[in-house]
């Protein structure tokens, strides 16, 4: 776990979900070793310590494998998650030394058909914001302006609730975001974002912060904590739910429709990895096979400045 933090750089998000998948694997292996009959001799008493990866055999590894669709019922997706992490660990045991003989070679991957990403109509995100414009409460100020960055910006949802109040630049009408792998990029935000960016922190903000709770947190909950994924998604739940949208929603729909909307607006690809903090174009060509559900005027709430990357104005 030290490697994949600090030589690999994974998201934390990222390094949780490898750690629960590989302390699933151990008990699994701790298992496996001191009962490979299955008799049930252990009593339950093997624990994650007692498991020794570096004498895994491969009918183990694929064992575990096996369980989790027939045992478990994971879905190919979840199964080739917890494998990438397996095989990961065996690789890092390889190249340490520590193994001569990688269990997971030539076990293959669940075949998993990534879907596309869903971009709702310009009317839906506009219908969203809206929503958001009704309510004059410090969370309803703080919603705002969270729909209003994520569109204008198309930054991930980790990426936002990481912000802090020095990340923003009103005078360059841009935010600073640190994204994965530890790549800054600074962000152009459109008047209007940065309107109810300002408008938040004058008479939202303030009211949220509690005693005893500082925190440079650009974005907080009720309790002036700073504002988790989780709790961002429930608002969004609600913000949908309120507006009428009946599109599916997701934590990440403003994001890829702000991909979208701006492939249609006639944004280069390369411009729009650069704004999506992609690590390779290829993931930013997705959005090609992804078209507006509507067709669609410019409208106010797009940033003005969309191509600002770079010194360079569209």
């Given at each position: 776990m030290q490697f994949l933090t600090a030589e690999r750089r994974l998201s934390p998000n990222t390094l949780a979900a490898y750690r629960n998948d590989l302390r699933q694997f151990e008990e699994y292996l701790a298992v496996r070793q001191h009962d490979p009959l299955g008799t049930g001799a252990t009593n339950g008493t093997a624990t994650i310590a007692a498991a020794d990866a570096t004498v895994a055999t491969r009918e183990e590894v694929a064992g575990f494998f096996l369980s989790l669709r027939e045992d478990k019922g994971y879905s190919a997706a979840t199964i080739a998650r917890k494998m990438a992490a397996v095989k990961s660990l065996f690789h890092y045991l390889s190249r340490q030394g520590a193994i001569t003989t990688n269990p997971t070679a030539d076990l293959g991957s669940?075949?998993?058909?990534?879907?596309l990403p869903r971009a709702i109509s310009v009317d839906d995100v506009d219908r969203l914001i809206?929503?958001?414009?009704?309510?004059a409460?410090?969370?309803?100020?703080?919603?705002?302006?969270?729909?209003?960055?994520l569109y204008a910006t198309g930054m991930r949802v980790s990426e936002l609730v990481t912000l802090d109040l020095g990340d923003l630049d009103f005078e360059k009408s841009a935010v600073r975001c640190v994204g994965r792998g530890l790549r800054v990029r600074m962000l152009p935000?459109?008047?209007?974002?940065?309107?109810?960016?300002?408008?938040?922190?004058?008479?939202?903000?303030?009211?949220?912060?509690?005693?005893?709770?500082?925190?440079?947190?650009?974005?907080?909950?009720?309790?002036?904590?700073?504002l988790t994924r989780q709790?961002?998604?429930?608002?969004?739940?609600?913000i949908a739910r309120e507006s009428?949208?009946?599109?599916?929603?997701?934590?990440?729909?403003?994001?890829?429709?702000?991909?979208?909307?701006?492939?249609?607006?006639?944004?280069?690809?390369?411009k729009l990895r650069e704004l999506l903090g992609h690590a390779n174009i290829s993931t930013t060509q997705i959005y090609t096979q992804v078209k507006p559900e509507t067709p669609r005027p410019l409208v106010a709430t797009a940033p003005p400045r969309l191509v600002a990357v770079g010194g360079r104005r569209g």
């Open positions: 669940p075949e998993v058909k990534k879907p809206r929503q958001t414009d009704k309510k409460t410090p969370e309803g100020l703080r919603d705002r302006g969270m729909m209003h960055l935000v459109g008047s209007k974002a940065m309107i109810a960016l300002r408008d938040y922190l004058e008479r939202g903000r303030p009211q949220l912060l509690r005693p005893g709770a500082p925190t440079s947190a650009l974005f907080l909950n009720h309790r002036g904590q700073r709790g961002f998604w429930l608002i969004m739940k609600a009428g949208v009946t599109s599916e929603v997701t934590p990440h729909t403003l994001r890829h429709s702000f991909a979208a909307h701006r492939l249609s607006d006639g944004l280069a690809l390369p």
